[in-house]
């Protein structure tokens, strides 16, 4: 299949070097120079599970970029950059192409059907991939893709895709709820990404934590009574889903405590943000996602001024 991956971070790199050693066509689009630099000069640098290191060649473009000929668009941008996204890509994409989230967070989805009129699918992973630095990417634990139609229906791209994710090696499924399963994961990754952004803890060390074990179902037992009061029908349950995704990346830092340890803007607002905040739309409350949110937002402040200061 031909995919053009926008957003060459820890998971874009990931799917892109796994689909293109799979013989895919495949074209990475990121807006730094010096991350397309690197990856024009070495190729991906993909660190596997046993520790191997394949470089990877992969095309590489500036973003943002028409892109002829593409079927699938994934979108593996933070979720804090999706509107952006979605203006600029506004008219340099053709009518059949289709576009794919591949995101953590809420509401990438609608912002991405307000914005295309392609079909728009959506992809929730629980692979771990840790970024070492621009184009280089350890593979620290396997998961597996739920992938599904934004309106229900699955379709025939949806399942070619579940095909060409397995034969890379990206272990995948279908979904007919997509929303339900996006929602799973944004509750765990609420009730993992901060805990380990304010510890500095990798996700194996979150699990063996009775405290932070405490915290974090409080944090998804408030996301999972707002998930109910807004209709939403729960893929399997976040709190046994929460343990069998720390231990199966028991090496990965979360990519919360990535972009922290760089000094970058996180995903905070739109995973226990946007549970705050739809939890305020349903009159349910949400102390300990309310107190996570602030307590990242100050740490984001003062990891940007650490990083800055070297
Ligand atoms: O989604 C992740 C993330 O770090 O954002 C998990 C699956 C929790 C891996 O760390």
Request: charged share 20%; aromatic share 2%; hydrophobic share 40%.
């Amino acid at each position: 299949m031909r995919f053009s991956i926008v957003g060459a971070g820890a998971i874009g790199c990931l799917f892109g070097a796994r689909l293109r050693i799979a013989g895919h066509d495949v074209t990475l689009v990121h807006r730094d120079p010096i991350v397309i630099q690197e990856i024009k000069k070495n190729g991906i640098k993909l660190q596997d599970l046993d520790g191997t290191l394949t470089k990877v060649s992969v095309p590489v473009q500036m973003g943002p970029t028409r892109l002829p000929g593409t079927e699938v668009l994934i979108v593996a941008v933070k979720a804090y950059d999706t509107r952006a996204l979605a203006t600029s890509y506004r008219g340099r994409i053709l009518p059949e192409t289709t576009v794919m989230s591949l995101q953590n967070g809420l509401s990438n989805v609608e912002t991405l059907q307000s914005a295309f009129r392609n079909e728009i699918l959506a992809a929730s992973t629980t692979e771990g991939a840790l970024s070492l630095g621009p184009g280089y990417v350890v593979h620290t634990g396997r998961g597996v893709t739920l992938i599904g139609g934004a309106r229900g229906a699955n379709s025939d791209t949806c399942s070619r895709i579940k095909i060409a994710f397995d034969t890379a090696g990206l272990k995948a499924k279908t979904s007919s709820n997509i929303h339900g399963v996006l929602w799973a994961k944004a509750i765990v990754n609420a009730a993992i990404n901060p805990l380990s952004s304010l510890t500095r803890l990798p996700n194996g060390a979150l699990a063996k934590n009775r405290g932070i074990g405490e915290i974090a179902h409080s944090a998804m037992n408030e996301g999972i009574a707002v998930s109910h009061a807004i209709g939403i029908r729960l893929v399997g349950d976040p709190r046994k889903l929460w343990r069998k995704i720390l231990l199966s990346t028991t090496a990965n830092k979360s990519s919360m405590l990535q972009d922290i340890e760089r000094g970058r803007m996180t995903e905070i607002r739109q995973l226990n943000g946007a549970i705050l905040s739809h939890g305020k739309k349903t009159g349910v409350k949400t102390p300990v996602n309310g107190i996570l949110t602030k307590l990242v937002l100050g740490l984001e402040e003062s990891s940007k001024t650490m990083t800055s200061n070297g």
